[in-house]
């Protein structure tokens, strides 16, 4: 059975490592990006979590690479806006700021919004068709990483049924970040059936090519995922003003 989030965040308090995937020296890409891919892929899905410390020496020995590739890949990461550099007091995965939650959901909400009352107005049966049997699948899913993933191509597809490049381009520009926010509430069973009832409405308007009715179901499931996100970063920032 999948972790809440709280659960999560008070398991990673008592943690004396990463679960990080070996880097394999065989691989072509650098060591520093092999690093990089390794950290970012446990900062967007959750293992490594907000405001988590991230020590150099102990990811390095877990990876099997020395501290050079480590702080390169750090820098990177930094320039994503996935984790804080500060000096002399080391890194830490990045956390949101209320003002980003808010931020980023009120775009997710109107670009999203939009693109449902597009898709409800050009979609054809055969697209109807694809999106119905991708909720299907998404209700018999109970992996998170699994579920994440078709989760993410039903908004994408959605998006791309739109016939508004711009609106795809948009939400394509942060749809990482947004996975992010995923693989929490597909941790969460009572958040992970009320996605599943939304994301069902949002189908029913959309094949019958009600406008408005889809617009406002993906607007609500929107602002339901905001709801969720502002909770869990409440909590969480609660939990480390408590562990401090």
Partial sequence: MAKKPSESIHNHEKKEGYQLSVVDSIERLPLSEQVYLALKQAILT???????????????EQLRVSATPVREAFRKLAKDNLVVIVPWKGVRVKGDTPEEIIALYQCREVMEGLGARLCARHATPEQVAELKELCKEMHAIED??????????????????????????YLSDFRERVNRDMYLSSFDAGRTHECDDEH??????????DEVAAENA???????????????AELAQKQNSEAK
Avoid: C, W, Y
């Avoid at 993906?218 to 869990?232: C, Y």
């Fill in 200 to 209: 069902d409405q949002i189908i029913s308007a959309i094949e019958r090519h």
């Fill in 218 to 232: 993906m607007r609500q499931h929107i602002n339901n995922a905001f709801i969720f996100k502002r909770a869990n």
């Fill in 144 to 169: 998170a990483t699994e579920r994440v993933d078709v989760n993410s191509r039903f908004h994408t597809m959605i998006a791309q049924f739109s016939g508004n490049e711009r609106v795809l381009d």
């Fill in 46 to 60: 959750g293992e490594l979590m907000p405001d988590e410390k991230l020590n150099e020496v102990k990811i390095a």
